[in-house]
């Protein structure tokens, strides 16, 4: 074994610093491509339907995990859907404390076997709940990228 | 020790481009249906996966096949990822052939996929890590190196020049032209055109390095007594081999891999072949770079050390020759999704020996063939035979 637990000052080991200079392109693919474009120029959301294990999958997909038809039916789904689990997270991925706590559900769009996982806005963290309806809020077109971030949160349905 | 007699009986691959729009999910399930669909089966019937992807960093997501998985079939099913570098594409074969050897499984869907094209600036980054990091790395190595220094010393301990070795870059762009799902066929490519191509590395230039690619390729694999149910032409697993060298490219021989050496023998023992000169009909080594092709062929006990080169320049290994060498038009003509390009390989085999290669098919019903993968820390060699 080396003596490294007595080593008070890591700098003190023998050490060279690098990195694997890599950045990753991710298109957002077939499914993705339309899904995004409604977001972007109608402020819409868009699933697709197995007609054989009649599932309606938000986020769109390409084609079924389960039974792996090609899905080709597209579907307009709601923009509102239900808390179905959230939590809220209080420091940034360094460790430091946020400002304001933020509320991250994953929501169940309505009438669809799928959701999103997003901010809750316009609510305090005591107030939400599970099973509470929420609906999404969009940014101003002139705002909007075609990302997930085109939605600025999902806020309860008053 | 006893073992199910295994077969492959479909296949299925993506075209190879240079930058798909699909997702890296997508391409999969692409790939994967038209398998299954070769063979008229659906994802019910089969009853485990094998994903085949190397480096993570090249599709930018860590734990890549659990990733892929919907796209691969994965859906509530056992599901294995094996993972050999560029070697993985016939390694994933090996796993699928174990899992139902085993008897554990009746059926695999076996599928790789590489999208090298979300890896920007460029895949090599992901690969740096292939020099040592406190030795090498701060020289500040770039992949070629790696070729360019094994490339010399295969040509110097032998005496060949470029062009013996463009030769072989000529041979498999030039058969890629019939393949539907190739990225860089080419029916009129000369030596003379990879000889003036842009210098990399020397001895390395452009032409003689295959492209970076995306795409995916899947075999269907199933056990003796659903394989003849399924087909009249199953193409059967006769061996495997696998075995990796030292990790430390500074010692080892770079002129012979004497691990796909190894792995040959190994497969060859299990298939019964001890003539592979005479027993083998079709090859599709691994050609990333066109002096592997040749590399490989030696090392495979094909050609004698050093005499591949020579081969080639007679003609022996074209398509219509006595011993067909890439008739798919391999990496450098088809293109370099690395697991899925090893994969490919194996699907290539799969047509050829049920003489479903259209304007590829090598003539004289070839009935024995061999696939070879490379990869890791360009250390591993993985080697299937197959036959009817």
């Known amino acids: 074994m080396s003596l490294l637990e007595r080593v008070v000052h890591i700098d003190q080991t023998k050490a060279w610093y690098g990195e694997i200079p890599i950045q990753s ?16 120029d109608n402020g819409r959301l868009w699933g697709t339907r197995c007609p054989h294990c009649d599932l309606i999958y938000v986020p769109p997909r ?11 039916e597209w579907v307009e789904v709601p923009t509102t859907g239900r808390v179905h689990t959230f939590t809220v997270v209080h420091l940034d991925l360094d460790g430091n404390p946020l400002p304001e706590p933020r509320i991250v559900a994953f929501i169940q769009i309505d009438g669809t076997d799928g959701g999103l996982v997003h901010d809750l806005g316009e609510v305090d963290p005591e107030d939400v709940c599970i099973g509470m309806c929420v609906e999404a809020v969009f940014k101003d077109p002139a705002e909007r990228r075609g990302s997930i971030t085109d939605i600025r949160y999902f806020r309860p349905v008053r | 020790m006893a073992r199910n007699r295994v077969a492959i009986v479909g296949a299925g691959m993506t075209k190879f ?14 790939a994967a249906s038209k398998a299954l669909e070769s063979c008229e089966l659906t994802l019910d019937d089969i009853d485990a996966v094998v994903i085949g992807t190397a480096p993570e960093a090249f599709d930018g997501v860590h734990m890549k096949s659990e990733y892929l998985s919907d796209g691969c ?25 174990y899992h139902v050897a085993s008897g554990l499984f009746d059926t695999v869907l076996v599928v790789a996929e590489e999208k090298m094209s979300a890896c920007q600036p460029h895949p090599q980054g992901a690969f740096i890590t292939i020099f040592d990091n406190i030795t090498e790395r701060a020289l500040g190595p770039n992949l070629l190196w790696i070729f360019a220094l094994e490339m010399n010393a295969y040509m110097t301990r032998y005496g060949l020049s470029k062009r013996d070795i463009a030769l072989v870059s000529v041979k498999n762009k030039r058969n890629a032209a019939d393949h539907p ?12 055109d990879v000889l003036n191509s842009e210098v990399l590395a020397w001895p390395v230039q452009r032409l003689d390095v295959s492209p970076v690619t995306d795409g995916a390729v899947a075999v269907v694999m199933a056990a003796e007594h659903v394989a003849r149910r399924v087909t009249n032409k199953p193409v059967w697993v006769e061996g495997v081999g696998w075995n990796l060298d030292t990790a430390y490219w500074t010692n080892r021989d770079l002129s012979y891999p004497t691990y796909v050496e190894e792995a040959a023998r190994m497969a060859y ?3 019964g072949i001890t003539e592979p000169r005479k027993q083998i009909h079709i090859a599709e080594p691994y050609d ?14 094909l050609f004698d050390k050093g005499k591949a080169p020579e081969a080639t320049a007679l003609g022996i290994t074209q398509r219509d020759g006595d011993l067909p060498v890439c008739p798919s038009g391999g990496l450098l003509g088809v293109g370099n999704p690395i697991a899925a390009a090893a994969l490919m390989k194996v699907a290539e085999l799969f047509w050829q020996l049920r003489g479903e290669a259209g304007a590829r098919q090598v003539p004289g019903q070839p009935k024995r063939g061999v696939a070879q993968a490379w990869g890791d820390l360009m250390q591993v060699g993985t080697v299937v035979v197959l036959g009817i």
């Open chain 2, 73 to 97: 079939g994965g859906w509530g099913k056992p599901v294995i990822r094996g993972y050999v570098g560029g070697g993985t594409g016939v390694l994933s074969v090996i796993q699928g052939w």
């Open chain 1, 62 to 72: 390409l084609y079924c995990e389960r039974c792996f038809a090609h899905l080709e």
């Open chain 2, 181 to 192: 799902a190739a990225l860089l066929g080419d029916p009129n490519i000369t030596v003379e």
């Open chain 2, 288 to 301: 990333p770079f066109d002096y592997k092709e040749l590399h490989h062929l030696e090392g495979l006990l």
């Open chain 1, 25 to 40: 392109r991710y298109t957002v693919g077939i499914a993705g491509e339309r899904f995004f474009r409604e977001i972007k």
């Open chain 2, 17 to 30: 481009v240079r930058r798909a729009q699909e997702t890296s999910k997508e391409l999969a399930w692409e």
């Open chain 2, 269 to 271: 023992k299990m298939a």
